[in-house]
């Protein structure tokens, strides 16, 4: 029923599935919880694109179910929100009437704007810190949209709501996502994430065919700049396809060795499937490298405006706006 309909209708408990099967709306599920797993996203995800989900008059609940709305997006769930109004839970909407439920799922909306009501409902436009309070809640949420387009509808749209303008609120976004990275990981994390994507990429560029290798050697040499990968780089180049002539001139046979002892399954893909890993790799590569020079730019005009450093700041913010263009490219890549 959820294929056939094209959407699953998302409740918190079984008897608020229940009562509505009952009365004929069939594609409804219960979560057993107030938030989504990335387990329950992936099978919803298998039988529809997109969810709807109820949410209710409780507030902590409602709360609870926004945290797990990013986990569902994490999962590529489209979501909107239906809300009740005047009755407890769908088992008590539809035991009231069965059109209550109807209505509410066509006037579901979108989940940004669910968050845009939501964030309204709690805090105040009429002074400074309730603005502030507002971006610093919708930003972040904003940020992790994918569509560059729906990205920037929904900044413009909070740039006019406090009436901040939109420049001054992505230069922000970008301090909030930066913050917002930091409690999620660790340095030492972020750093090993790295240094195992670099590894990953060269095992793929040792194993691919020379076609592959040869279109992305060049990019791949400017990320191992200065360390052991490029002249592990450098040393395939000259030795092509040959491998043993690889493993027996090369000056470093351990990074090699463990290359080659690898069950690799570039190995077995076609020219097309190897290019579209390596290039997956190099562009999540290119976006850590990025935000890294993002922060630090980030922490030089914050100096730049605790100093007063007018010169400085400008330079700084010129870098800011190339690095941001960059890095929204490197986002709608595929």
Not at 96 to 120: G, T
Not at 180 to 202: F, G, I, M, R, S
Request: glycine share 4%.
């Amino acid at each position: 029923e959820i294929k056939k309909q094209g959407f699953s209708v998302v409740v918190e408990g079984e008897f608020d599935a229940i009562t509505p099967y009952i009365k004929g709306i069939k594609n409804i599920v219960a979560l057993k919880g107030t938030a989504f797993t990335p387990q329950q996203a992936k099978l919803l995800k298998r039988y529809a694109p997109k969810a709807i989900i109820f949410f209710d008059n409780d507030t902590a609940g409602n709360q609870a179910a926004l945290r797990g709305i990013e986990i569902a997006q994490k999962e590529n769930l489209e979501v909107q929100i239906a809300l009740l109004k005047d009755v407890k839970d769908p088992d008590e909407a539809a035991k009231k009437s069965i059109d209550i439920l109807h209505k509410a799922i066509e006037e579901a909306m979108p989940v940004y704007d669910y968050y845009f009501k939501f964030i309204l409902e709690k805090e105040s436009l009429e002074d400074a810190f309730g603005k502030k309070r507002i971006v610093e809640f919708l930003m972040p949420k904003i940020l992790r949209i994918p569509d560059a387009i729906v990205k920037s509808h929904y900044i413009k749209k909070l740039s006019e709501l406090v009436d901040i303008d939109e420049n001054a609120l992505i230069n922000k976004s970008y301090v909030l996502k930066h913050s917002w990275n930091d409690t999620k990981e660790t340095q030492d994390t972020k750093t090993k994430e790295k240094e195992d994507a670099q590894k990953v990429l060269l095992t793929y560029l040792i194993w691919s065919d020379k076609t592959v290798f040869e279109e992305f050697y060049k990019k791949a040499k400017k990320i191992y700049k200065g360390t052991d990968y490029e002249k592990v780089l450098e040393e395939k180049k000259k030795a092509g396809n040959n491998k043993k002539k690889l493993l027996e001139k090369t000056k470093h046979k351990e990074i090699l060795e463990n290359i080659f002892l690898q069950d690799m399954e570039a190995f077995e893909l076609n020219k097309e499937g190897q290019k579209a890993v390596v290039s997956r790799i190099i562009n999540k590569i290119e976006k850590t490298q990025v935000r890294n020079q993002l922060n630090y730019v980030i922490l030089q005009i914050k100096e730049a405006e605790k100093k007063g450093d007018s010169k400085k700041l400008v330079k700084m913010q010129k870098k800011f706006k190339i690095l941001t263009k960059r890095l929204s490219k490197l986002n709608q890549s595929p």
